[in-house]
């Protein structure tokens, strides 16, 4: 399935707390959603599937455009859809801030779990309000 697929091969762009955090979140959601535990992917390209980071972090593969584009999305925002390099197509959620990341896990995840997932479109989010409650499930 496609979440078989996808959680073959995650990457983090980075290390910080907020990415500890995802990947417990995903190492809870890959069982349920695939019966099987995700694989965290230590080299971007190779077996990597998703792509997670910041702006700053997957500044190379971004055109300045997107970037501006998710820039505008506030600290909070986040970007995620297919962003192919070098031949391959990665799904990538890519926030201004980790915290972005993380609340575009769990929209990702939302949509796996509900099967409104669709690999190649693309979804952005900016928060309406500054402070936001995390719906821990």
Request: aromatic share 14%; glycine share 10%.
């Amino acid at each position: 399935s496609e979440a078989d697929r996808l959680f073959s091969g995650i990457f983090f762009f980075g290390k910080n707390p907020t990415y500890e955090a995802i990947q417990k979140e995903l190492q809870l959601a890959a069982p349920k959603l695939t019966g099987k535990a995700p694989v965290f992917s230590i080299e971007r390209l190779n077996q990597t599937q998703v792509w997670l980071g910041t702006r700053e972090e997957l500044a190379q593969v971004f055109g300045l455009q997107d970037q501006v584009t998710i820039r505008s999305l506030g600290e909070d925002g986040y970007w995620m859809g297919p962003v192919t390099f070098q031949g391959r197509t990665y799904f990538t959620i890519v926030g201004n801030r980790p915290v972005g990341v993380l609340y575009g896990v769990f929209d990702w995840l939302k949509s796996l779990q509900s099967g409104t997932f669709g690999p190649s479109s693309i979804k952005t989010e900016s928060p309406k309000i500054q402070l936001r409650m995390l719906n821990h499930w």
